[in-house]
């Protein structure tokens, strides 16, 4: 079943920040975060195994509340090349095919 | 970090005719590859499962006859798109599954385009 996601596009200044939203109905084993760019694969940007784990890097972080099987992504000071679209996906089970959120665009403008 | 290496990047074909998208992984070996499908401004699609050894397993609403998968080793996957179509014009992309608490290693693409 696929995720959900939220909000389905923003549009930011640059420097401003962001949080995407990703929520399943189904109990999750894990979470992954991907930001594709126009006519390219999907880059990976980080997985989310426990409950309530937090993960980041640089200014892109992540956290993952297991027993509301939903993920958040935390984009602070966002940059230009921030610009993609964001996917979630999460994973029932270890070893698990992983089924991809509708996408949320985000724009960084100067 | 792991590789899939996916061709071709680009394809163009006239309809009816069939394709054939390779993914190899380079450096470590992947019983297991996932076939997505993308249309634009869409979310990846699963369409099957390949295993190495064992036949695939498809998604529901995919044609099994259509969309041929072989795992013919542990570094290899083919998706071949027969009989194709300008409907089936869209980026398909392979990924093989990390380790536990890795990530999935996707493959580059493929832009396939039926005229």
């Known amino acids: 079943q696929q995720p959900v996601q939220s909000p389905q596009a923003v549009i930011l200044r640059e420097g401003e920040d962001a949080v995407i939203n990703c929520s399943s109905s189904?109990?999750?084993?894990?979470v992954h975060w991907y930001r594709q760019k126009h006519g390219e694969a999907p880059v990976f940007l980080m997985i989310?195994?426990?409950?309530?784990e937090q993960k980041g890097h640089d200014k892109i972080s992540a956290s993952f509340n297991e027993k509301k099987q939903q993920s958040s992504l935390y984009l602070t000071a966002s940059q230009l090349s921030y610009s993609g679209t964001y996917f979630c996906?999460?994973?029932?089970?270890?070893?698990?095919?992983?089924?991809f959120g509708p996408g949320t665009s985000l724009s960084v403008i100067p | 970090g792991a590789v899939v290496s996916q061709h071709p990047s680009r394809v163009i074909c006239k309809s009816g005719t069939s394709v054939k998208i390779e993914c190899r992984s380079l450096?470590?070996?992947?019983?297991?590859m996932f076939w997505y499908r993308q249309f634009p401004k869409q979310s990846l699609m699963l369409m099957a499962t390949?295993?190495?050894?064992?036949?695939?397993?498809?998604e529901q609403g995919v044609e099994k006859d259509k969309f041929l998968i072989n795992h013919a080793s542990l570094t290899l996957s083919t998706l071949t798109v027969t009989s194709a179509h300008p409907e089936d014009s869209s980026f398909y992309i392979c990924?093989?599954?990390?380790?536990?608490?890795?990530?999935?290693?996707f493959g580059q693409g493929t832009r396939l385009t039926v005229v």
């Open positions: 996906g999460t994973e029932r089970t270890s070893y698990d095919k992983v089924i």
């Open positions: 390949s295993n190495e050894g064992s036949k695939a397993t498809y």
């Open positions: 989310l195994l426990k409950g309530g």
């Open positions: 990924s093989a599954p990390g380790d536990r608490d890795g990530e999935a290693f």
């Open positions: 450096d470590f070996q992947a019983t297991t």
């Open positions: 189904k109990a999750l084993y894990s």
